[in-house]
């Protein structure tokens, strides 16, 4: 597998980390044990600062998953935002529904089942802050209805633009072959977005930020 990180410099950087409360780290053992999916923890620190810097009062989040990137940035929001979270996965709603209840703050969550591409388009009033974490195949059309229902001036964050190292790799695996130009693919798209201020950040398995002109 392509690197982003070498493990001296990813080792360096956890070091400072600040442990985080028992149900963040409840969900991480779980997500590790059950390899479920969540965010870098790095990459969800960067997102908590964008939140507190640029204090949002509606977030839109697309793929829930067990609901750890949705639980820490309902934590860093002021009383009377909320963060709206859209999964498909029943399984994953289950969980997250849970895990929202131990959080004590499920009055600024509120949890949209259904697949986003047909949830999207329904929503109507617009977003300070939207994070894009789903299928990577529907990335382009994701984006699409997402600049959307950002307002402008709102922000974008976009999950695994580096794509475990494979975005910027000579030779990619098989089976990450497909994922991969999908990534790359949208890149192209969200830097050259004409109505976006955008750049790709080497956090986690990279990070997509822009600023809606």
Known sequence: MAQIFFPAQKKYLESFR???DDLIVEMEQYATEHKVPILDWHSADFIEKLILINKPERVLEIG???AYT???IAKCLHKGSVVHSIEKSADNIKIALENIEKSGISKKIKLIQGDALSVMPQLKKKYDFIFLDADK???KRLFDYSMILLRKGGIIVVDN???HGY????RVPSKYSKSTQH???????FILQQNLDSMIIPI??????GIKK
Not at 167 to 170: E, G, Q, S, V
């Open 18 to 20: 600040k442990k985080g």
């Open 64 to 66: 829930t998953a067990i």
């Open 70 to 72: 949705t639980i820490r």
């Open 137 to 139: 195949e529907d990335y």
């Open 161 to 163: 633009l580096l794509w």
């Open 167 to 170: 975005a910027a790799a000579n």
């Open 183 to 189: 990534i790359k693919d949208f890149n192209k798209l």
């Open 204 to 209: 986690g398995d990279g990070i997509g930020l």
